[in-house]
């Protein structure tokens, strides 16, 4: 069963900080993986779309790594700001169809003063 | 362009009552995605278009769903009768020329059924 996995399910950081959210997969044949983030209220915005032939790909302070073997994918936020306190959820694809997308669950971030 | 446009942003009703939420895709864009979002099972798909057409409607929970596009600019997605567990927010999102193109999303319609 295709299934995505993100950790943690939430977390707390000081602005100015820098933090890694995890996402681990086990969806095949694997085609892309994408994040986003998704305001309180608001639908999601695409932050990142990885192929099976890259390994990190950044987005500003936002960075993105892919292990292809592992099936491990990372997103890291450098000197975050309070305006980063949003969900960040990973999806996954295969096949390159949209109705092979699989959803992990999101990690919601808050970055406090 | 403005965006995804959804319509309402909020709706509120009593089991068994039809629910239509509405969409308008940015324009140009070929495909069009419905999700469904609740705190339980995060985001899932429920049906997209290509050009007008269902694809994949695998994702519709059941019969009481039904969506369609009469043409490009846009697409419902109607609940008939409706029941408490449909409670959740409803996206629209469309993309450029593939479907693994960058989704953009619309703000959601909030649906609560009592």
């Known amino acids: 069963k295709n299934q995505v996995e993100q950790s943690p399910q939430s977390l707390i950081i000081l602005e100015g900080k820098n933090c890694t959210l995890q996402?681990?997969?086990?969806?095949?044949?694997?085609?892309?993986l994408r994040w986003y983030k998704q305001d309180t209220g608001r639908g999601p915005v695409s932050l990142t779309i990885?192929?099976?032939?890259?390994n990190t790909k950044s987005n500003g302070r936002y960075t993105a790594t892919l292990d292809a073997d592992t099936k491990q994918s990372s997103l890291h936020i450098t000197a975050s700001q309070l305006s980063d306190s949003a969900s960040y959820i990973c999806?996954?694809?295969?096949?390159?169809?949209?109705?092979?997308?699989?959803f992990g669950t999101g990690t919601r971030l808050q970055v406090t003063l | 362009d403005a965006g995804v446009i959804q319509s309402p942003r909020h709706e509120v009703t009593e089991m068994g009552q039809e629910v239509t939420l509405r969409c308008k895709p940015i324009?140009?864009?070929?495909?069009l995605f419905w999700y469904r979002q609740t705190m339980m099972r995060g985001l899932e798909l429920l049906i997209y278009?290509?050009?007008?057409?269902?694809?994949?409607d695998s994702g519709m929970p059941e019969d009481r769903f039904s969506a369609k596009m009469p043409n490009a600019s846009f697409s419902t997605l109607k609940i008939q009768p409706s029941e408490p567990r449909d409670s959740a927010v409803y996206f629209c999102?469309?993309?450029?020329?593939?479907?693994?193109?960058?989704?953009?999303f619309g703000p959601g319609t909030r649906l609560t059924v009592l």
């Open positions: 999102a469309s993309s450029f020329r593939t479907p693994t193109d960058t989704q953009y």
């Open positions: 996402c681990n997969y086990t969806v095949s044949p694997f085609s892309n």
């Open positions: 990885m192929t099976f032939s890259e």
């Open positions: 999806v996954v694809g295969n096949t390159g169809t949209a109705s092979k997308l699989t």
């Open positions: 324009s140009g864009h070929d495909y």
């Open positions: 278009f290509n050009n007008n057409v269902p694809i994949d």
